[in-house]
């Protein structure tokens, strides 16, 4: 029996390649550029699995006609860059990574949260410019962070290891939003509290750290009103996706004082970056770093290897989406 063909939309870690290789006939993009949809739906008719990336773009206009593939294996736990309804209605299944992201992302949120409130993006970007005169009493203040109320949208996964590293390393007072109720149990092996809104956490915040999925209900989720909600001089922090954030309502409350930083991982247009996000000096952006660890991004890759297998044996893909 002939072994199926894939597809991989971008380069994986090598380790990965190597396995994917050895189990099934694969085309690797080894120049590394992102395929356009067109090209995407293209792959749909030639391959029986084509593996995209949040780099991708997968609306329902690619799943038109007559499909070859049956599973998309996203290298990802996000996954609002493919339009699921339009991969169900096309037969085509979707998984993605789950997991194993958890706390090399949460790691990121701790890092942009510390590097904005510390200013150290400006200190760093002085020191290597030949700018900095020497310590002094009123150089480069920050914000401290130990002690303060941190809010967090989305307490999943990477919300709750958000949760513990804030709580019981910097001795944060943590409360968080969820659409649906958690125990209080279990929300206090965090050291959190939930609250009934996005705006009674944006109220008692410090810092507010996004985790929750992007697309539908969530696009723009923080807009002109919830900013304007959050308390004078906090600090927003982005590792979810781009379009939870309404990009101009955030530059407008940055240039207007409504907030005092802000720490972005993600954007809505990726790898455009605002050029008015590029000026300032009290926010730190990241190039979407949240999973780029040697560790999580061959562990991603092997959850995918675990899903196709699964698929073409006849089994149930562990981390079937749709």
């Known amino acids: 029996m002939p072994r199926p063909k894939i597809l991989l939309t971008r380069r994986w870690p090598n380790a990965v390649e190597a396995v994917l290789a050895e189990r099934f006939e694969a085309t690797f993009n080894t120049g590394d550029v992102p395929m356009s949809p067109q090209a995407i739906a293209e792959a749909l008719r030639m391959y029986d699995a084509v593996l995209p990336t949040v780099s991708d773009k997968l609306p329902a206009s690619v799943f038109e006609g007559e499909i070859r593939a049956k599973?998309?294996?996203?290298?990802?736990?996000?996954?609002?860059?493919?339009?699921?309804?339009?991969?169900?209605?096309?037969?085509?299944?979707?998984?993605?990574?789950?997991?194993?992201?958890?706390?090399?992302?949460?790691?990121?949120?701790?890092?942009?949260?510390?590097?904005?409130?510390?200013?150290?993006?400006?200190?760093?970007?002085?020191?290597?410019?030949?700018e900095w005169k020497g310590w002094c009493p009123t150089h480069m203040i920050g914000t401290k962070?130990?002690?303060?109320?941190?809010g967090i949208i989305g307490f999943g996964r990477i919300g709750k290891a958000f949760a513990r590293r804030c709580h019981f390393g910097f001795g944060m007072d943590v409360v968080f939003y969820n659409r649906s109720t958690v125990d209080p149990d279990e929300a206090a092996r965090y050291g959190a509290r939930q609250l009934a809104s996005v705006e009674d956490v944006l109220a008692a915040a410090d810092f507010v750290s996004l985790h929750c999925p992007g697309g539908a209900e969530n696009?723009?989720?923080?807009?002109?009103?919830?900013?304007?909600?959050?308390?004078p001089g906090a600090y927003l922090i982005n590792t979810a996706r781009g379009d939870v954030v309404d990009e101009a309502a955030l530059i407008a409350a940055l240039e207007n004082g409504v907030i005092r930083?802000?720490?972005?991982?993600?954007?809505?247009?990726?790898?455009?970056?605002?050029?008015?996000?590029?000026?300032?000096?009290?926010?730190?952006?990241?190039?979407?770093?949240?999973?780029?660890?040697?560790e999580t991004r061959n562990a991603m890759g092997m959850k995918v290897v675990d899903n196709l297998t699964a698929f073409f044996e006849g089994r149930e893909p562990p981390d079937r989406v749709v």
Do not use: W
Request: charged share 20%.
């Open 219 to 231: 696009r723009h989720l923080m807009n002109t009103s919830r900013f304007a909600a959050m308390k």
């Open 261 to 294: 930083g802000a720490g972005l991982d993600v954007y809505e247009a990726e790898p455009q970056v605002p050029e008015a996000l590029l000026k300032m000096e009290n926010v730190v952006l990241l190039p979407h770093l949240g999973s780029a660890t040697e």
């Open 145 to 150: 962070v130990t002690g303060k109320t941190v």
């Open 71 to 130: 599973i998309l294996g996203n290298f990802g736990v996000g996954f609002n860059h493919i339009d699921v309804a339009a991969a169900k209605a096309s037969g085509v299944v979707v998984t993605n990574t789950p997991g194993v992201l958890t706390d090399c992302t949460a790691d990121i949120a701790m890092l942009l949260m510390l590097a904005v409130a510390r200013r150290g993006g400006e200190g760093e970007r002085q020191v290597r410019a030949g």
